[in-house]
Every structure is written in C-alpha cells, then in structure tokens.
C-alpha cells in the first residue's frame, strides 16, 4: 500500500469509518471512475484544487463529477485570486500526485468547499490517494472530515 492510500486510510479510520477503497485501474476520467464502481457521474467527488494567488497556498473544492468549478465563483469564495496549481504544489502541500488527490489526509490544512449538488445522493466515491483507488463515503460525511463550506462555485 502507497503512502498516499496508507494517509487516507488512516484518516478514514480516525474519523471512525470502515473504508471499502477499491482499485479501479487507471481510471483518467470521472466517468471511468463512476463505469468502474458502477455509479452516476455524479457520484464521483472530483478534488480540484487552485492556487490561492496571494497566500500560495492550495485550495480544495469538491465537487461532483458532471460539474466544472466556476473560476469566479471560487475565486470569490476563496476571497483572493486563483489560479492553476502545479504538480509540485499540489504534491508539497497535499502529498497526493494528480488524479489521485483523496479529499481527506492532506500533508497539510487546507481551505476547502464541497458542492451541494453531491450531498443530493446516499454514497459518493472520491481517490483515495492514488490515481488507482477509490472510497466510498457517506458525502454528509465530507464537510466534517474537510472541514470544507457548503458553496455554489459551478458553471
């Protein structure tokens, strides 16, 4: 097991959950994400993260598959500029590669808001770490375990 899916494994633990993480191959999209556990696209919480222009640091928003963040939506929840987070920002500050950024065990704290439009369903999948593997979780879950604001900031 990966560092990056011990972390998150560990993380799901410690908030007192059984994580089901599969391995779902290389799945680049969130629609082979969603055709590999057998679920809406919907289902699958993408974790984009930006770079918070002013401070440097990373910003998270959870979002669901079908959806794209609004760069000004974010940008104003964000209260400063965003822009495009490099692979080595994101891996510094979160320890997750791209494509396997999990919502929870981050290298360190991070802002974060979650789109409503996942809280409409029972069980939502996010990375758990890898580009590889996946976690189910209850998605009214996530805001306690992010920390992250309930925020419309899609298109």
């Known amino acids: ?63 669901a598959g079908g959806n794209r963040v609004c760069a000004d939506k974010a940008t104003a929840l964000a209260g400063e500029p965003l822009g495009k987070a490099d692979a080595a920002l994101i891996r510094s500050q979160t320890g997750f590669a791209i494509g396997g950024v999990a919502p929870v065990g981050h290298l360190t704290p991070i802002r974060a808001w979650i789109d409503p439009r996942l809280l409409t369903f029972d069980t939502v999948w996010a990375a758990a770490g890898t580009p590889r593997h996946v976690f189910a979780v209850d998605p009214h879950r996530l805001p306690e375990l992010t920390g992250a604001t309930t925020a419309d900031f899609t298109h």
């Open 1 to 63: 097991m990966s560092k990056s899916l011990k972390r998150v494994h560990a993380a799901l633990i410690a908030a007192g959950l059984t994580p089901e993480i599969l391995d779902v191959g290389q799945a680049r999209t969130a629609q082979e994400a969603a055709d590999s556990v057998g679920c809406a696209l919907n289902q699958i919480a993408k974790s984009i993260i930006f770079r918070a222009e002013t401070s440097g640091a990373a910003v998270l928003f959870l979002t």
